[in-house]
């Protein structure tokens, strides 16, 4: 029904640069929300960022001001441009659509894993 292509994870030095994309095929309806999650280990998974379909943003407190989201509709596409990284960062991050209309409930990518080393 709906498939989620996660890519953009790898390792990176403290302080550098990462961006994700994810891209959502199937049967996809407007309005969804589109979102990005993370998961370290030995920890829950927790929320990064969210979007909306009109464009309103949400982020998690400890990546404020450092991560950014953004999408394309045309594309059904996500990105989470992710500054200023650091070793508490490293985790698999991994993409979330939820659908209002047609196959409602979410999916989930595979996950991509971003570690950040000091």
């Known amino acids: 029904q709906v498939q989620l292509v996660e890519s953009g994870g790898g390792l990176v030095q403290a302080g550098g640069s990462l961006r994700l994309s994810c891209a959502a095929s199937?049967?996809?309806?407007?309005?969804?929300?589109m979102a990005w999650y993370r998961q370290a280990p030995g920890k829950q998974r927790e929320l990064v960022a969210v979007?909306?379909?009109?464009?309103?943003?949400n982020y998690g407190d400890s990546v404020k001001g450092r991560f950014t989201i953004s999408r394309d509709n045309a594309k059904n596409t996500v990105y989470l441009q992710m500054n200023s990284l650091e070793p508490e960062d490293t985790a698999v991050y991994y993409c979330?659509?939820?659908?209002?209309?047609?196959?409602?409930?979410?999916?989930w990518g595979q996950g991509t894993q971003v570690t950040v080393s000091s």
């Open positions: 979330n659509v939820h659908l209002f209309v047609g196959p409602k409930g979410d999916y």
């Open positions: 979007i909306r379909s009109g464009g309103s943003t």
């Open positions: 199937g049967s996809i309806f407007s309005p969804y929300i």
